[in-house]
């Protein structure tokens, strides 16, 4: 063999086996808040407009309603990495000023892109200091996430990230 050919081979090899370098904070923070963002919205879209009002219990929230519960984390993460000094609880939404899916999609929409906006501006070396109120609001998220899988499920539907997604 040629020493080029051996040589671009041990190249090749070591780069592949490089490791690979792990997230930064801020890098976790966007993908995460991303990610679970785009799996409600898809549910919100997806789930259908007559099932808004759908509660597994009488005592638990609707579908809707939870849409607008997790709306209130994005509303509290976009206040307050805007630097304004608000508590959680304060963010929620009367679900009564909402009628029918259009208007529930539209505002949680509008309050992904509120607090993308708001956290792309944030620079990445203030997240080697805090994750604050970000990893709260992820998990809050998922946690809700969780929870609308269920309704889906109780409806004898799947949801729109457990269906078989076309080949690449």
């Known amino acids: 063999m040629k020493p080029a050919f051996l040589i671009l081979t041990a190249a090749i090899c070591a780069f592949a086996q490089a490791p690979k370098q792990p997230p930064t904070p801020a890098q976790s923070i966007h993908s995460n808040f ?50 304004e000094n608000v508590k959680w609880d304060d963010q929620e939404v009367d679900p009564k000023k909402y009628s029918g899916k259009a208007e529930i999609v539209a505002a949680f929409q509008k309050s992904v892109d509120d607090a993308t906006a708001v956290l792309k501006g944030i620079p990445p070396e203030h997240f080697t200091q805090t994750i604050s109120p970000w990893v709260a609001v992820i998990e809050h998220s998922a946690e809700h996430y969780g929870l609308l899988v269920a309704y889906y499920r109780l409806n004898d539907m799947v949801p729109p990230a457990s269906r078989p997604q076309p080949k690449k």
């Open 34 to 83: 991303n990610y679970i963002n785009k799996q409600l919205l898809d549910m919100a879209n997806d789930f259908p407009a007559g099932k808004y009002d759908y509660r597994p219990k009488p005592e638990m929230r609707s579908f809707g309603e939870v849409i607008l519960h997790v709306m209130a984390g994005n509303i509290f993460a976009a206040r307050t990495g805007r630097g």
